[in-house]
């Protein structure tokens, strides 16, 4: 039997603080010592104490060892305090051990605790054929809330537009309770959602301790359908490379505005003989599978490979429908592809447009980098060729599956022959400092400007205009295709958001 909440904690707070202290008085069992204030990054008896009672109260999203105060702890902490109206810090402060002690309590009292990750029963089992019944896939109704049962019920969470918990918590099961197949909500699937083409994805690349995207993300987070975090490589081994270290943390922002999120994953070194046959394949597979499940806060993948040659085609078409077949249907699996107005237009010859569409739930086709640095200055996403490439993959791919890249970003070439990327933010901040306005062209309706450095030497600019993302808004509803995909968040502007949300 559980003992009293107040002796327990007494205990292990004298037990925490005496792995420091070479004597510590130990207070009687009746004393109510509340717990230290901790935080991530922490570890010890505590930290074990908090995962235990968060646990207790349907809050265990895996993925911490136990005793440390890891990003899912953090995630696990945040959503305790959101749904107990306390400020959502993250941090394991008096107030929030405060309501752990009257939640805990409510629940000795009678109270049932909501269906979690572990629980098992008869409870469970209906939980999972409701959640079959509406589309999810729970996995086998054998009574057992597991990582299937898990990742169903965090999708159709998101698709309610409610905290992607993981765990039946009262408004979870209001909203199951009122499902109803013939009335679908914004789904993480392709088959429901706003209005053809207005629907938006938008990319995260960080790196170095840029904040621009958290900026990004914490103001336009509700007019997102995705957020696409470029998290992983896949390499010529099988497995998978993580690159930045705060994924709870925007996991958590993007739960915020009810944003699903899908991993991006890039090629690395040796991807083209791992997929070149099927039992590379099956490795790729299983490590995206398995990435997947150890992490309940993303909802699915997009594979954006650029690096394999044409000859490799055949072998990433394969290599996504495996995946599709794989992952469990609530898993989006999306695919970037190469900008082509042609079946035959060779230099994009890797993405088998009508193959990769029949197969993938999203096609994000890379309508940006038409001019680039390896070529003369001008237009990156031309409104003109962007809409050759528009209508060639609406011909050949289902439309409601299609994206269309949008850059928030541009070029800066050097009269030397050098080029970089600049966004959109900064081509703007780089023409005021100049004393320049940005002259629109109405042929590509991209905004340019030229400008003298300090050394004397010429620059030409071009980067995406408000009237050129209202263009391709323009587009894609004209087409009826899914929406649109921003690469990447941190590089826009306030019109440049203008003008994807509203033309």
Known sequence: MRRPTAWRRAALA?????????????????AAVAPPPIAFGDSGATVALLQQ?????????????????????????????????????????????????????????????????????????????????????????????????????????????????????PATSTALTAADRTLPARSVSVSSGPPAGTDILGYWAVWGNDQAAMTSLARHGTDLAWLCPFWYTLLGDGTLRSRENDHAAVIAAAAASHDPVLAMINDGSGVQTLLSDAAGRRLATGAVAAMLAANPGLTGVMIDFESLPPSSGSDLTAFVAELRATLPAADLVGVAVGPKVSANETGEGLYQYAALGAVADLVQVMTYDDHNPATAPGPVAPIGWATRVADFAASVIPPNKILLGVPAYGYDWSATGAASSISVAQAFALAQSHGITPVL????????????????????????SPAAVAAMRSLAIRLG???????????????????LTSG
Not at 140 to 161: C, E, K, M, W, Y
């Open 14 to 30: 004298v037990t925490a603080a005496a792995t420091t202290m070479t004597a510590a008085f130990i207070p009687p069992a009746s």
């Open 53 to 169: 009672d968060l646990r207790t109260l349907g809050y265990a999203r895996p993925g911490d060892p136990r005793g440390i105060y890891g990003g899912q702890t953090w995630v696990n902490v945040v959503f305790f305090q959101r749904d107990q109206g306390l400020r959502p810090t993250g941090n394991a402060n008096a107030a929030t051990w405060s309501a752990l002690e009257r939640a805990l309590a409510t629940r000795s009292a009678g109270q049932q605790a909501p269906l979690a990750a572990g629980a098992t029963g008869a409870a469970v089992g209906a939980l999972q054929t409701q959640l079959a019944a509406l589309g999810y896939s729970p996995g086998p109704v054998d009574g057992i809330f597991g990582p299937a049962t898990l990742r169903a019920l965090i999708a159709f969470q998101i698709s309610r537009l409610l905290p992607p918990t993981g765990f039946v918590d």
């Open 441 to 464: 062209n109405a042929t590509s309706a991209a905004d340019t400007f030229t400008y003298t450095d300090r050394s004397g030497t010429g620059h030409t600019v071009w980067f995406e």
């Open 481 to 499: 295709l899914r929406g649109l995909a921003v690469w990447t968040l941190g590089g826009d502007s306030p019109a440049f958001w203008s003008a």
